[in-house]
C-alpha cells in the first residue's frame, strides 16, 4: 500500500477524485515534500507525489488504512522561499506548506483520535492555522457557493446596496467600506448573520445585532449559502471536540459556552463572510493600494475558510515576543508592515482553520488567535469563511484543567469573565462606523442593554465591559 503526500492540488471547490488517497503525516516524507515543493513552477497544477508506507512505519509515526472513510490523517509541514507565484505583487513572505488533516465524521474517545487531537493541537501551536481535506460534500458546497457568490457581486450596484438591515449587521458591504486600523478595506462582502425574524421577541427588544438577513430577492443564494454554512457548522462541532481532547480537556467544557445549537434561536453566534476582492489594478481608490483587509484576529472559537485559485491570504506564526489580547486593546494593524508574515497559498480540496480572541482567552493563551491579513492580487478573488462562536449571550471565563498551565497568564486570576456579545458588538462598531446599524444602535442607546441579565444566561460571573471609546 502506497500513501498519497499531497504539497499542491487543484483549485479549491473542484469536484473530488474518485479514490482519494488517505494522508499521514510522517517525518520520512519531508524532504520528499520540500523537494516537490521547491522544485514546481507551477503549484497549483502538480500532480501528487507518492512515499512508500514503510518508511513512515520505521519512523514510528501512525499510519491509517486507505480503506476507512474520512480517518484522521496529515500531511507534512515544509517552509519554502520567499517568493512563490501565486504571492500578490508587492508583499514578502515566506510560504508554508501547511498540514492537512482529514476529520472523521464522527469523534471517538480512541487512540487514533487522540492522537489526531494532540496533532492537531501542536499544529495550531506552532503554525497558527491548520489545513483540513474537503469531504466530496463539502467539495460540492463550496463549489456551489462560489458559483453563488459571483453571481451576487455581479449584480448592479444598487441592487446590492438595498441587502442591508438597520438591526442586523448581515448583509452587504461595499468595497472600502469596512475599516480596520481606522483604513478602508477593499474587500467586498455579504455577511450572513444569525437569521431573526423581525418579528422575533429579541428583536423586538432592541437587541443589538440580532435582526434579519436581507438576502437578495431571487437567484437562490440563501439556499444555497445556508447548505454550506450548515455543513461546516458540524465541522466546527468535530473540531470544538477534537480541540478538547488535544486539551485533555473533558468533553464539553469548551461546547458549554456554544450552548444548545440544536434549539430553534439559541446556540452559538456562528456567522459567515462571503467575499470577493478587486483585482488591485481595479479598485475605488478608498483604501490602501494592494490591501484587501488589514492586520487583524477574529472575534470567536475558529474560523473554517475556502479560498479559490488566486491567492491573498497571510498569516502570522504564534509567537512569545508578540503578545496580544483583542478582547482588552484592538489588535487591529497588528505588525502590518513589519516581517514575519506567512503566505497561504491555495491547496485544492481543503478548507483553512484558524484561531480566534475567545479560543485564545479561554486557553489562558496556550493557544492564540491567528493575526491574518489580505493582499489583493492581479485578479479578482473569492473566498467563503465560517465563523463558529460562543453564545452571544456567553459570559466566558478562562478553563483550568487538561495542559493547560494556570500560570500562563496570572493576570486571569481576578478576571470577571468577557460577554461574547459585547465583545462581537465592539468589534462590528469599530469596523463599521458608518454602517446604518451601527449609528442606530448607538442613537438608540440600545448598547447598554448588553449588561442585562436576560443577554448573560451563560456563565454564572456577570462582566462589566464598556465600548472602545475610538468609535
Known sequence: MKISVRTTGLPLCRAALPGRAVRTMATAAVAVATHVSSGSSSPMSMPPRLFNVRAAQNARLPVQPASTPRQPTTTTTTTQSQTHPLMPPGYIATTATLPTFTIPSVILPTPSHHLLAKSIISAFRRDGIIQIAQSPLQQRLCKEAM??????????????????????????IASGEEVTDGIADYSEIFTITRDFAKTDSRVKAGWPCHGPVPWPEDGGMRETMMRYKTELGEEGKRLVRLVEMGLGLEEGELGRWIGDDGKEGEGGWHHARVLRFPPRNKTNGKGKEGRGIGSHTDYGLLVISAQDEVGGLFIRRPSREERFANWEK?????????????????????????????????????????????????????????????????????????VIPTDLDDSRKNDKGVHYGTHFTNMFIRNYPERITTKRLLAEGRYGLLERPELRTIGAVPTTTTVEKSV
Open 330 to 402: 484592538s489588535a487591529a494593524g497588528l505588525r502590518e508592515e513589519e516581517e514575519g508574515w506567512v503566505f497561504v497559498p491555495p491547496v485544492g480540496g481543503t478548507h483553512t482553520v484558524i484561531l480566534g480572541d475567545m479560543m485564545q482567552y479561554l486557553t489562558r493563551n496556550y493557544l492564540t488567535a491567528t493575526p491574518h491579513k489580505v493582499g489583493l492580487n492581479t485578479r479578482e478573488r473569492f473566498a467563503f469563511a465560517y465563523f463558529h462562536e460562543p453564545s452571544f449571550q456567553a459570559v466566558l471565563k478562562p478553563l483550568n484543567g487538561g
Open 147 to 172: 458559483a453563488a457568490s459571483k453571481q451576487f457581486f455581479a449584480l448592479p450596484p444598487e441592487k446590492k446596496a438595498a441587502c442591508v438591515d438597520e438591526r442586523s449587521y448581515g448583509g452587504y
